[in-house]
């Protein structure tokens, strides 16, 4: 059975591009396998590359037969990955930093700078595990979870070295919220596990009891909010959570976060310019949204992988 090897540096937002693409290109959890790179620093990772086959693939736990395919995200996994180019397809998900030549593929977001070459592919956003027509099956289900009328799906992040999102922040959309309740929408929040505790309590504080945000019990409601959504309002401190958001076709609204957006304003200015999202000003209002994907790298990597494999 053909496999397929992740490496990453175990932090879940880079597993999710790997795995988003290994999934999208047609492997199934029974087919894939995982490895944790240690976080090391750029000179320990480094030595991968010179490191002698036996022992680099004892550390992996790598027998034959080799994997047909290996997809690397972050520093410390791309060094390791590199030097396994000589028995399997190697991907790099996001820019490694050094040699593309050490990679049969290295796949960018626009937002990265990096010209299209031979080995390169740019895509508009970020590989992710939405799967559209997943989503769509469960919408039914989802909406009668929330409680119907035009429900506006709200994905709340957290600070990062980019965006600051603290009380004050927070009680500024939180007021925003307030704001889409009183004009009829269905507000249903959720947040992501860098978002500090003090900032919802803000949050929820300022939005009132009209706006819906999960209180972090159970399951995180992420999906059923993806399905439900007429509408879907995101803050603009994670590049995976708009290209998973503008995947499906529906109006996607960013909540600008204060900050030195850096490469990120690059990625959010280019999303707004092809359609892909709109920035908030208090509003939501139905609009023909371009979808995003990332069906170029998916491309490919299916041609890299069959022109080694014949």
């Given at each position: 059975m053909?496999?397929?090897l992740?490496?990453?540096?175990?932090?879940?937002?880079?597993?999710?591009q790997?795995?988003?693409?290994?999934?999208?290109?047609?492997?199934?959890?029974?087919?894939?396998?995982?490895?944790?790179?240690?976080?090391?620093?750029?000179?320990?990772?480094?030595?991968?590359?010179?490191?002698?086959?036996?022992?680099?693939?004892?550390?992996?736990?790598l027998?034959?037969?080799w994997?047909?395919?290996?997809?690397?995200a972050?520093?410390?996994?791309?060094?390791?990955?590199?030097?396994?180019q000589?028995?399997?397809?190697?991907?790099?998900?996001?820019?490694?930093?050094?040699?593309?030549?050490?990679?049969d593929?290295?796949?960018?977001?626009?937002h990265?700078?990096?010209?299209p070459?031979?080995?390169?592919?740019?895509?508009?956003?970020?590989?992710?595990r939405?799967v559209?027509?997943?989503i769509a099956?469960?919408?039914?289900?989802?909406?009668a979870?929330?409680?119907?009328?035009?429900?506006a799906?709200?994905?709340?992040?957290?600070?990062?070295?980019r965006?600051?999102?603290?009380?004050?922040?927070?009680?500024?959309?939180?007021?925003?919220?307030?704001?889409?309740?009183?004009?009829?929408?269905?507000?249903r929040?959720?947040a992501?596990?860098?978002?500090?505790?003090a900032?919802?309590?803000?949050?929820?504080?300022?939005?009132?009891p009209?706006?819906?945000?999960?209180?972090?019990?159970?399951?995180?409601?992420y999906?059923?909010?993806?399905?439900?959504a007429?509408?879907?309002l995101?803050?603009s401190?994670?590049?995976?959570?708009?290209?998973?958001?503008?995947s499906?076709?529906?109006?996607?609204?960013?909540?600008?976060?204060?900050?030195?957006?850096?490469?990120?304003?690059?990625?959010?200015?280019?999303?707004?310019?092809?359609?892909?999202?709109?920035?908030?000003?208090?509003?939501?209002?139905?609009?023909?949204?371009?979808?995003?994907?990332?069906?170029?790298a998916?491309?490919?990597?299916?041609?890299?992988?069959?022109?080694?494999?014949?």
């Amino acid at each position: 059975m053909k496999r397929v090897l992740i490496l990453t540096d175990g932090k879940q937002g880079l597993r999710n591009q790997a795995l988003g693409l290994a999934e999208a290109v047609g492997f199934t959890a029974d087919t894939i396998d995982e490895r944790v790179v240690e976080r090391s620093g750029w000179l320990r990772a480094l030595v991968s590359l010179v490191r002698p086959d036996k022992k680099l693939f004892e550390e992996l736990k790598l027998t034959l037969p080799w994997p047909e395919l290996i997809i690397a995200a972050g520093h410390a996994a791309f060094p390791v990955a590199a030097r396994l180019q000589r028995v399997s397809t190697v991907v790099a998900v996001q820019n490694p930093g050094f040699g593309y030549d050490r990679f049969d593929l290295v796949v960018v977001g626009v937002h990265d700078g990096v010209a299209p070459r031979s080995n390169v592919v740019v895509i508009d956003g970020a590989c992710h595990r939405v799967v559209p027509d997943k989503i769509a099956l469960l919408r039914d289900a989802a909406r009668a979870r929330f409680g119907g009328g035009k429900i506006a799906s709200v994905l709340i992040g957290g600070p990062n070295k980019r965006f600051r999102f603290d009380e004050s922040v927070a009680r500024d959309l939180g007021a925003q919220l307030r704001g889409l309740a009183e004009a009829g929408w269905n507000v249903r929040a959720t947040a992501s596990r860098r978002t500090p505790i003090a900032t919802l309590r803000a949050l929820q504080d300022a939005a009132g009891p009209d706006v819906w945000l999960w209180d972090g019990t159970g399951e995180n409601p992420y999906f059923d909010l993806l399905a439900a959504a007429d509408a879907l309002l995101v803050t603009s401190d994670s590049i995976s959570m708009v290209s998973e958001a503008a995947s499906l076709g529906r109006p996607v609204y960013l909540a600008r976060l204060p900050g030195n957006p850096g490469k990120y304003g690059a990625f959010l200015d280019h999303v707004v310019a092809r359609g892909s999202a709109r920035w908030f000003d208090g509003t939501l209002d139905d609009y023909a949204q371009v979808k995003l994907d990332f069906a170029p790298a998916i491309w490919a990597v299916q041609a890299k992988v069959k022109k080694r494999t014949g």
